[in-house]
């Protein structure tokens, strides 16, 4: 393990398994649906997540990717996330699917909802790895959370501290002393 994790909150046995039960819960959504679906990963921390999830689904599906920053390098997000990339397809019409590595504050998740619908989308879903509900400021919430946290700084699997972290393979709690030296 990592000498600044302190310990692990998921395996890779343990996300494998949230991973195939996300994609069964899609698959099942869209069982029999005519067109296929936009899956959009919110880069950069869902990018592991969405190519284990968009593979263990049977759906067939469009991909597509979106990067907003919300911190600068901090761990507290900085409330006002920015489109760094916009996506390159069209959402209008479309059935979209969100993907997520945490919602947090839910700033982020606003911002990428009233864009989406916006643009005229035909439904929006969001699947998020992680959730914090306790640090929720504004009311939003995803449609499946494969795990619920407290108010512990996360990486691993995607997920960083000021860039760092994201090609650990598991997800573990960051030792303080890291971030508030
Ligand atoms: P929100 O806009 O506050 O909901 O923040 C969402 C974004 O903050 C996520 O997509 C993550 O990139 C980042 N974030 C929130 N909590 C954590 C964490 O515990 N570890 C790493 N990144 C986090
Ligand atoms: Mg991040």
Known sequence: MNSDIQSIVLSEKQIAEKVEKAAKWLDAKFEGTQSVPL?????????????????????PVQIDFMTVSSYGSSSESSGMPRIVMDLAASVEGRDVVLVE??????????????????????????????DKPSRRTVNVSADYSCFEIGNEFIVGYGLDYAQKYRNLPYVGILKREIYEK
């Open 39 to 59: 899956m959009i990963s919110v880069l950069k921390g869902s990018v592991m997540f969405f190519c284990d999830l968009v593979r263990a689904m049977d759906t």
């Open 101 to 130: 590595d945490i919602v947090d504050s839910g700033n982020t998740l606003v911002k990428m909802r009233d864009l989406i619908s916006g643009r005229g989308a035909k439904s929006f879903t969001v699947v998020t790895l992680f």
